[in-house]
């Protein structure tokens, strides 16, 4: 078995707060994504119009204007970051590589901008659902967007190298989207019986790689063994533990290969209820909870695979 521990933790503790929504000076409306800048030790939201910066007590900071809208970062160092954009046009910036690009490197302080990766799928309309596309460790970047098959990995020097994402050779042909809404084809019951749909969900450490894709309007999860090179992947796992939930979506992975899913209590309890074993583990967790609980946080240690 894959997961070699299945907890439900309450150890967790808040250490501070952002909610500083509004329009005035370190305020917000919309997140697009949030990172933390090692180099300056800072936790920097993402706006559609600004880069806000507070400390990691929850103190504003600055705010830093955008020169377009951005759809995800990832601090490379204390000012410059590697920019995920699907709505950078040509004549939008003075240079002319603007027309089919897909990764920038942004200066914050001086507004530079470079070309790093282009998009040589320009034909497909960009999504609004590249939330988990870029992810760093140990100064390496990883970074791709949905629908794409192919995930970049800029290291710290600058090298560029490429992994191709195979779904058991079920990957959704991008011709198939090329210049139109890709929602006109992905809404066909027909697609969604043959092909799989790559929706980025990165998460990597020094012995594991994670990503998620969607098949049958189910998101999955692969997981590759970076030791090994073996990879496992599916929606479901045999919890043979605590008699509890038996599916898994990664929401984070830490150093020491432990993975954490989030779930509202309400799906906590209506999970337990669809299990006959009323003297489990996980029904006597449930049983502590209240309605007031929030969220839960599940915790799995991966074994070597």
């Not at 370190?26 to 936790?43: C, K, L, M, S």
């Not at 432990?258 to 009323?278: G, P, R, S, V």
């Amino acid at each position: 078995m894959t997961l070699d521990s299945h907890v439900l933790d309450k150890s967790f503790r808040l250490v501070a707060t952002i909610h500083n929504y509004g329009e005035g000076p370190g305020e917000y409306q919309w997140i697009e994504a949030v990172n933390f800048n090692p180099d300056r030790q800072t936790i920097e939201v993402l706006t559609n119009k600004d880069l806000i910066r507070f400390t990691l007590e929850g103190k504003s900071i600055e705010t830093v204007k955008l020169p377009f809208i951005f759809g995800n970062l990832q601090s490379i160092s204390a000012d410059d970051y590697l920019v995920y954009s699907p709505d950078i046009k040509k004549g939008m910036l003075e240079d002319d590589f603007s027309n089919d690009l897909f990764l920038i490197k942004w200066n914050s302080l001086t507004g530079n901008i470079e070309p790093v990766i282009y998009d040589f799928k320009e034909d497909v309309i960009g999504s609004t659902v590249d939330r988990n596309n870029m992810y760093r460790f140990e100064g390496d970047v990883y970074a791709t967007y949905v629908y794409l098959d192919t995930v970049f990995k800029v290291s710290a020097k600058g090298n560029i190298t490429k992994m191709y994402i195979n779904l058991s050779d079920q990957n959704l042909p991008l011709e198939l989207i090329y210049g139109i809404q890709p929602s006109e084809i992905l809404n066909r019951e027909e697609i969604k019986q043959k092909y799989a749909i790559h929706f980025p969900g990165l998460m990597v450490n020094e012995n594991f790689f994670i990503d998620r894709f969607a098949k049958r309007n189910r998101m999955n999860f692969i997981i590759q063994n970076k030791r090994t090179s073996t990879i496992i992947s599916g929606g479901k796992v045999v919890n043979d533990i605590d008699g509890g939930i038996d599916f898994l979506m990664p929401r984070f992975l830490d150093e020491d290969d432990n993975l954490y899913t989030f779930h509202e209590y309400e799906e906590i309890w209506a999970m337990a209820q669809n299990f006959e074993d009323n003297t489990s583990e996980f029904h006597t967790f449930v049983n502590s909870l209240s309605p007031e609980t929030g969220f839960v946080v599940v915790k799995y240690h991966l074994k070597n695979f």
